[in-house]
């Protein structure tokens, strides 16, 4: 194997396997200092993710949402950009998704009302990435900043909204009326019923098959496409990519309004699958754990479905904790996100010396 097969392998796999097995172990530490076994907590963890047709259910569906979100940070990370505004994205994009759910002609075909509703999603979450993105490209201002400060104005807006707009006369809760049911995801229970298999209900919906779709489509966009081959560039570097013709302004534009369309999808697993309705905070902590899931994933969408599945494990196991152990709360899930972003983020090189040089020395310094 050459040395750049070696140097592949170990920045491809080797390294994020060895990041998150050191965030596993310092939440292995964090349990002990609690006063929880965990071994115990472990199998707590595993059983109620993975042991069951409705844990099993639960864990996708998590899975599903950490799949946009994950894909959104992986996309402007390409570019060089840190989206943190996937929350906001998410959560404006659901009321792109809501608007066309809602006032649609009942009458219309679920083929028609679902593909809008979907683009709904995806409009306006680029909508609200194209403001955070300007100001980057052509005003200086950094992504970081004016992506968290959208995120708070993202959630005034649907405050605001959700009260003085869409709630239903006569109701006290800030939530929209039921969507038109031509707009909503079958669930996968009901799928599997209906071909004569029956497997326990869990809010695992079809959107399943749209995070697939759409982690397939960025693969082929980046890696396939001169526009993917541009943003690439821009990421490695802004200098080479104006002598090569690359307009970096107008990448920057273009790739955070791609970031904020996928994570404007979240609303579809939410939404449109389970709840058939626009309500507050729909969008809780799935913006911020997809940050998480690209790094782990080391920006791939292959390694974004695994990293999404795994986080799908921490969510549905971390209720199973929360449920089963006094001592343990469901809070847990952000301690173990946080130990994660550390090691595979800021400590993301921290194996890299010793792996390089024992499996991959320059040659004449083994």
Known sequence: MTRER?????????????????AFIATAIVFVLIGVDPIKATKILIYGALGYDEGLGYTLYYATNFVF???????AFHAGLFNIGGEGQA??????????ALYLNPALSAWIVIPLAISGGLLFGALWAIIPAYLQAYRGSHIVITTIMFNFLASALMVYVLVNVLREVGEMSPESADFI?????PFVH??????????????????ILVALFFSGLVWFFLWHTRWGYAIRAVGKSNDAAVYGGIN???IIIVTMCISGA???LVGINELMGVQHRLFLNFNYGYGFGGIAVALM???HPVGILIAAFLFGILYQGGAELDFELQNVSRDIVVVMQGLVILFCGGLEYLYRPILIRFLAPIEGTE
């Open 262 to 264: 996928l994570a404007g």
């Open 181 to 185: 049911k031509a707009s909503w995801l």
């Open 248 to 250: 970096p302004k107008k």
């Open 297 to 299: 994933g080391r920006n």
């Open 6 to 22: 070696r140097l592949s392998w170990i920045n491809g796999f080797l390294l994020p396997f060895l990041n998150v097995l050191t």
């Open 91 to 100: 959560y404006v994009g659901g009321l792109g998704t809501a608007l066309v």
């Open 69 to 75: 979100t994950g894909l959104a940070v992986a996309v």
């Open 190 to 207: 009901d799928v599997f019923a209906s071909f004569g298999y029956k497997i326990a209900k869990s809010p695992l919906n079809l959107s």
